[in-house]
């Protein structure tokens, strides 16, 4: 099984660039082609928030518009730049988001069990699992302890050293930690926000964050150093589930040369 995370696209409304500058819907139109040009195709395709740019409606409609030519299905959960209702309502025909509540669900049909959490804050930048959501998320797990698992969730569950971000990560990561411990199944955590690659272990499994597909935030871990975003090259993340083991690549978007053969002969 080939799971393909995208993360933090950021759209606006037609014809809007991102701080006056960054086309987002651009950069998220290429990086649909190059997954529907990827052999072999993945399974499904996991977007972990931060959707659109604040959450309206409009927004919405130009996102579905750019994700409409994807080759497999697609799974989203918020960020603290999208909005539940909006949201809901355009992924809503889908048929997996809860109809109300906290946008977290399980999808069951594929080898790998993927449980999607919300950790929305509506208004903040930063994000939290109340009580309610941790209760769902270890009901959900022991339901089935013998599922590989892959959990999804928008704000990374540890500190990084990119100090301003730091501030707005999860907000309770030792109450996360404690339900994530109990359940070993857990094979990795994806996680978005942080517009860079960024892995850790974490209550007995990898937690890691993808990069986005537009704009990355700039690498500093000099305390108390402005958050300023970089034009680096934008990338998705590729997890393989195979001979029960999760291996993730990290991947680039765009037109690079090659691939060339490592002998003349070939």
């Known amino acids: 099984m080939i799971i393909a995370q995208l993360s933090d696209p950021h759209i606006g409304v037609p014809g809007t660039l991102l701080y006056g500058r960054v086309d987002t819907a651009d950069f998220l139109v290429r990086a649909v082609a190059e997954i529907n040009r990827l052999e072999p195709l993945p399974d499904i395709v ?9 959450g309206e409606p409009p927004e919405y409609d130009h996102l579905r518009q750019i994700l409409a ?18 949201l809901r309502d355009a992924f809503r025909r889908d048929g997996y988001l809860p109809p109300d509540g906290f946008i ?35 009901r959900t797990l022991a339901a089935a302890p013998d599922r590989p698992t892959l959990l999804m969730m928008h704000h990374p569950p540890f500190p ?49 964050t993808a990069p986005s597909t537009a704009h990355q935030f700039r690498l500093s871990l000099t305390p108390g150093a402005p958050l300023r975003y970089m034009l680096e090259p934008p990338g998705y993340q590729l ?3 195979r001979d029960g083991a999760l291996v993730t690549h990290t991947a680039l978007i765009g037109d690079w040369p090659g691939p060339f053969s490592l002998r003349p002969t070939d």
Not at 46 to 54: C, E, N, P, S
Not at 69 to 86: E, Q, S, T, Y
């Open 239 to 241: 997890h393989l589930w």
């Open 69 to 86: 030519p994807l080759a497999m299905p697609l799974f989203v959960i918020p960020g603290n730049h999208d909005a539940r209702g909006p």
């Open 46 to 54: 996991v977007l972990t928030g931060d959707l659109v740019a604040i």
């Open 104 to 138: 977290q669900y399980v999808i069951e049909d594929y080898p790998l069990r993927l449980v999607a959490l919300d950790t929305h804050i509506p208004d903040e930048n930063g994000g939290t699992l109340c009580e309610e959501r941790l209760a769902w998320l270890d």
């Open 160 to 208: 990084t050293g990119i100090e301003w971000m730091d501030q707005s990560m999860l907000d309770n990561p030792d109450a996360f930690a404690a339900v994530v411990a109990r359940h070993p199944q857990v094979e990795r955590i994806l996680c978005g926000h942080l517009h860079r690659v960024i892995d850790r272990r974490f209550a007995g499994t990898i937690a890691g």
